[in-house]
């Protein structure tokens, strides 16, 4: 299903099949030489089925076509190993190209879960049914390293490059200042709040996310073309609006540990979710495992803000007020 949002620059909703999230879109914009790729899919068949269709309907070459990922996850990286022709640039931040490269990923974030109390015979279930691991881009990528201020030229349109880390390090947007339209991947989303999760000791993604939606306040925006769900407009309302939301997240998290210290995989079971499950114990593995990343994001947060502080007991990280 394609849909023109403006002139040579379109969507193609693509599918993401059991997945809260729904779809993907990825933007394509049609030039005389080649054409631009925004975002892709994951490595599965459904989305390469939807791909395929879409820029068969757009008349897009595969072989005349160029890639911009806005961020590491799956669901926005995993298809372009297929996609990609030889004569491909594939276009990507180098945080987050140094994630892919980097080694023993798995093992290291199911070890910090562990210590942070999600329960041992739950992990390796939990990363094997993880997006990133069942479908993630297979074989080596040869990426065009983007930095702040870059520029893609392609059409009509000029696209400079924004580092937005937070949702992850390097999590990149496009601006397009001419025509206004800011591609958003998932650093600003509408209907949905985009996840900012922890899985190390050494980042605080929530104080980046925070920092990189200030940094871009500012621009002047009447389209937001984000990575999942509709187009919208109202960019300064819905940056605020997110501020709010994890404000009050780190207040919900501060009311929980009122309560006495706590492991982070304790306090993620009696945040709220907006999920369709009644109770913590019905949630599936893989949203028990989103839940404990934003919870520990949350509580390194606050930790770093001084308001909580952390210890070890019983060879597990706890937290309590200060
Ligand atoms: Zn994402």
Redesign the pocket.
């Known amino acids: 299903m394609t849909e023109e949002i403006l002139p040579n620059l379109y969507k193609i909703e693509v599918p993401l099949p059991h997945n809260p999230l729904r779809a993907v879109n990825s933007y394509i914009i049609k030039a005389d030489g080649k054409s631009l790729i925004i975002d892709t899919g994951m490595n599965r068949g459904e989305c390469l089925r939807a791909m395929s269709s879409g820029l068969k309907e757009l008349d897009v070459d595969l072989s005349r076509a160029d890639f911009f990922i806005t961020?590491v996850?799956a669901?926005?990286l995993g298809l372009v190993s297929t996609l990609a022709t030889d004569t491909s640039t594939i276009y990507f931040n180098q945080p987050d190209a140094d994630i892919i490269n980097s080694k023993n990923l798995w093992e290291k974030a199911s070890s910090f879960a562990y210590i942070n109390g999600f329960p041992e015979n739950e992990l390796q279930r939990a990363v094997q049914s993880h997006p990133g691991h069942k479908y993630g881009s297979k074989g080596h990528l040869d990426f065009y390293i983007l930095k702040e201020g870059d520029v893609i030229s392609i059409g009509d349109y000029l696209f400079k490059c924004i580092e937005t880390p937070g949702?992850?390090p390097g999590h990149m947007c496009l601006y397009e200042p001419n025509q206004k339209i800011f591609i958003s991947?998932?650093h600003i989303l509408n209907d949905i709040t985009?996840?900012i999760s922890l899985f190390s000791s050494e980042e605080n993604p929530l104080k980046e996310y925070l920092t990189s939606l200030d940094k871009v306040y500012h621009l002047d925006v009447r389209l937001v073309l984000p990575?999942h769900r509709g187009v919208f407009n109202n960019f300064k309302e819905r940056i605020q609006q997110l501020k709010y939301h994890h404000q009050e997240r780190a207040n919900e998290v501060l009311s929980i540990l009122e309560k006495g210290s706590q492991n982070a995989f304790q306090v993620a079971s009696q945040m709220s979710w907006d999920v369709d499950y009644e109770f913590w114990e019905l949630f599936p593995v893989p949203q028990k495992w989103f839940a404990i990343g934003e919870a520990i994001a949350h509580l390194k947060y606050l930790e770093e803000a001084g308001k909580i502080r952390r210890e070890i007991q019983k060879q597990k990280i706890v937290f309590s007020l200060k």
Do not use: A, K, R
Request: negative net charge; proline residues 9%; charged residues 10%.
């Open positions: 961020h996850h669901n926005h949702h992850t991947g998932d985009p996840n990575g």
